[in-house]
Each structure stands twice: as C-alpha cells, then as structure tokens.
C-alpha cells in the first residue's frame, strides 16, 4: 500500500499548498468546520414540537434513506466502476506497477469522500430534528456518526460488488436480477398495505414500521442505531456499530484477497462514459449504446451578450423541452401533495417549502457552464449584460415551475389567481437571488473548491441573505398594506430581492472580464 499512501499524501499536501494562494479558501474551511461543530453542539437548544406518531415518521425516514444508500451502493458496484474512475486514474494508476486490489481500494476512498455530501445535507437538518422529533440530547451526533457508517459500508459494497462482478462473466445480471428482485418485493408489500388499510400514508407507514425490517441484517443493525437516537443508546447500539464495521473490514479485506483483472471493463467503461458526455454537448443522447442525434431547429440569434442566450436555448433542445425538466414535475408535485394534505391551507407555507427545496437541490446552473467557454469573455458587452442573459434561461425556468405550481395551488386553495401570479414572482425572485449568490461565492473562491465546503458555503451564504428579506415582509407587512392593500409581505420580499441581486450582479462582474478568475 506505499504507492496508494504517497498518492494520497502528496495529493492532501499539494492541496494544502494550493490553500496559501487562495486565502479566502481557508476562511472558507474555517466557516465550514466551525458551522458543523456549532449546529452539531448547539441543535440540542431547539425547543421540541413532537409531530403525531413522531417515533414512526422518524423510523420511516431513516429506513428509507437506509434502503435508498444501499441500493444505490450495490447498484454503482454493477456499472462497471463508472462511479470510481475517471481517464485521469486510467492513465495514471492503470500502468503503474501496483496490484489492481490497491487501485480498486484507491477508487473506493476516493468515493468515500465525494459521498460525505450526504452527511452535509443531513447536518443541516439536525435542528429540524430535534424540533419535530423526541430525540436525546445527543441524537444529532449519533443520527451523523451512524450516516457516516452507513456511508462507509456503502461504498464497500459497491467495490466489493464491483469485485464480484469483474470475476466471471455473468456475474453482474444475476447481481441485478436479484437486486430489481428485492425492489420489486418491496414494492408489491407497500402496495400489500396500503390496499389494506385504504389510506395511503398509514399504509406506508405501518408497512414501513414492521419489526421485519428492524430484525433483517444490516438493514436492521443500521435502523436500530438510528431509532437509539429516540430511545437511548445500550449495548445493542454498541454491538451494531461494531458489527458495521466489522463487515465493512471484511468485505475489505475479502476484496484486497481476490484475484482482480477488471481494469479491461473499467477502461471501456470509462471511455464510453467520457465519450457520451461529450456526444452528449453536440446534441447525441446515447441509450443502450445507440446513438440518437437530435437536430433543433433555428439557429443562434441576436448578437453581443443576447447571443448566450439564444445558444443555451438550442442546447437545451437537444436534451428535451426547453423550459421545462424534472424540476418542473417534482415542484408540481410537491404543491399537490402539500393542497391535499395540508390542514392549515397556508400558500406561503407552501412558497417557502418550494423555495428551501430549490435551495437544497438546485446545483448545476447554465451560467456556470457558460464561464468555461472562454469566447465569453471576448464578447464585446459589459459584464453586468453577460451574466443577465447567462442566468436568464435559469430564471424562466423558475418562473414556469412556480406557474405551474402556484397555478395547481390557487385551484385547490380556490384563491385570487392575482396571488397566485404574485406568488409565482416571489418564487422567482428567490430563485434568482441564489443564482446570484452562487455568483458572489464563485466571485470570492474562484472555481476550484472543494465540492462539499462549496455547497456548505452556497447554503449558508442563501440563508443568510434571505433571512433579512423574510423579516422585514413579517415586520412591515401590514405598514405596506395600508397603501396598497393587500399582498405587502409578498412585494416586499420582491423588491428585496432585485435590490440584492442587483448588488450581486455589480460585485461578482469580474469574472466574466478576467479569464484567471476561472
């Protein structure tokens, strides 16, 4: 293992060494290790407000999210390792004289710690967890330190998964065979009790809440260290995690001994995968290893900066609709499900929910891909007009998905559709001002920064600069209504909104005027 060792020291060294050109990079990293260790200490401050049958609703989330980290483990261990290499290891490690079990072992740490962004996600609502559910003092740090296990095993059981499959041809399907096998099980028993109980969310949940789960292997060691959180640790939880670890250094050590050849599969697949993402940019969608090119109609138009847009239109019909994606249908969705279940009917409820979902799971934006097209910087227009028409296929997008989500709610709430336009430009105000904070971080940072810290930093900067906005709609919004008349809090929020973003615009125009910034 020296050769894996020196690669991973030389890798945190120079890593460490780039951190003294970027200054702002380590107040970075400070910001994000003291905002863990804060939120990790101090969630246990938040004053509870126990939902009904809290104990099932938190047993059924963590199994879900159990169940949902394991598959996916075993799933990635049957792609041929698409999720472990990239043709910068094929060409490194592959001809290196080291044993391809120390190779396979070096793709596997390196997994480990793109897969810790689930941790991130999930420390972020340890406050919410301890408000809504009757956890222990020291549940936030159980409920991560278990995540982190089950990260662990994981990502050794899709290297050993992995394994098993590159050593006889065949292995792989009988692998996915009885993996949709156990899906589809699972789903014909949740569909078992819902018919049964004719309700579907307590259907789910006592299927969900059935002591078979909790008695399976693996599945039930990690389900029962997470209800410890609720019920207090004993000795069990112990055993658990040290059988979790156990197995994790099994299958480990059952892998380092195998007599591995798969570096063939890994280097097609991985060549494949880099030739897809790149028919992938000239309009070629690639299914079942048939190439399907489609060809938009039209062509660029306008020039200078509006020419950006009109380009990131014809790439977007390449792939599918413009204006609307997946993002559109789980937004729709999510404004169904909360019309039909919410007792309260508060639509500004709903508006923060759909604007925290679109925080959280809002990651890759058009501009971004725009800035490593370096002719950008070459167009003759001032910064400020090229982050606008950058940015503004993303902020029609937003407006659609709150039109229709906002118009799905305004039916079933039976209110004013005059609100339920407004409520769509609030939508979009948010949605605009994260992209322009993710300007601003981009402006500070640069654009190599570790992906965890990055988003880390994306959420906390977001709260930060909308919290102000949230304030001042509750404070004035009734001195607003005195004028004129009604919806005060929503245009508040509004205005707050442009005047930010247009601050951000100002701020962050440097990097589309100096290519180093990239």
Known sequence: ?????????????????????????????????????????????????????????????????????????????????????????????????????????????????????????LLFQIPNIHMYFPVHSYGGILIIGNMFLLNLLCGVL????????????????????????????????AI???????????????YLNLPLFQYMPIIGWILNIFNAAIHGINSMTLIYAILLITLSGLLIFIVYSLNLDYYEDALESTLTKEETLSKAKKGKTVYNNKVKTRKPKGKIKYTGAKT??????????????????????????????YAFFSKSKDI??????????????????????????????????????????????????SFINGLIAFGVATILFKISIIQGIILTFTYTSFSALFLYCELIIRRILG???????????????????V??????????RNIVNNYIGTYGEYWILILYNIIMCSLFIFLSKGIFEKVEME
């Open 447 to 465: 654009g190599k920064v570790n992906p965890i810290v990055g988003t880390f930093l994306r959420l906390i900067f977001n709260i930060i600069i």
């Open 308 to 337: 950006i847009f009109s380009k990131q239109i014809l790439e977007a019909k390449k792939i599918g609709f413009v204006f609307i994606d997946l993002s559109t249908l789980i937004s729709t969705v999510i404004s169904l499900v």
């Open 1 to 121: 293992m020296a050769a894996i060792n020196y690669l991973l020291k030389r890798t945190i060294i120079n890593s460490i060494k780039e951190l003294k050109k970027h200054p702002f990079k380590i107040v970075a990293y400070l910001i994000f290790i003291g905002f863990m260790v804060f939120a990790t200490l101090n969630s246990k401050k938040i004053e509870q407000n126990s939902l009904d049958n809290s104990k099932q609703i938190f047993n059924s989330i963590f199994l879900i999210l159990t169940l949902l980290l394991i598959y996916m483990g075993i799933k990635n261990g049957t792609e041929k390792g698409n999720t472990l290499f990239r043709m910068a290891d094929v060409n490194f490690l592959f001809p290196a004289p080291i044993k391809a079990q120390k190779v396979l072992i070096y793709g596997f740490i390196k997994q480990i710690f793109t897969s810790l962004t689930f941790l991130l996600i």
């Open 158 to 189: 899709s290297v050993f998964i992995y394994s098993i499959g590159s050593l006889k041809e065949g292995n792989e399907k009988i692998i996915k065979k009885i993996l949709y096998s156990l899906v589809v099980l699972f789903g014909i028993g």
């Open 348 to 397: 500004i409820a709903l508006l923060y929910m759909l604007t925290y979902m679109n925080l959280i799971f809002s990651t890759r934006n058009n501009w971004a891909m725009e800035i490593k097209n370096h002719y950008i910087f070459l167009i003759p227009e001032p910064s400020r007009k090229k982050i606008f028409f950058a940015t503004a296929l993303d902020i029609i997008k």
């Open 467 to 476: 919290i102000p906005g949230i304030v001042l709609s509750f404070t004035l």
């Open 192 to 206: 078992y009790n819902i018919a049964k109980s004719q309700d579907i969310i307590k259907g789910v949940l006592k």
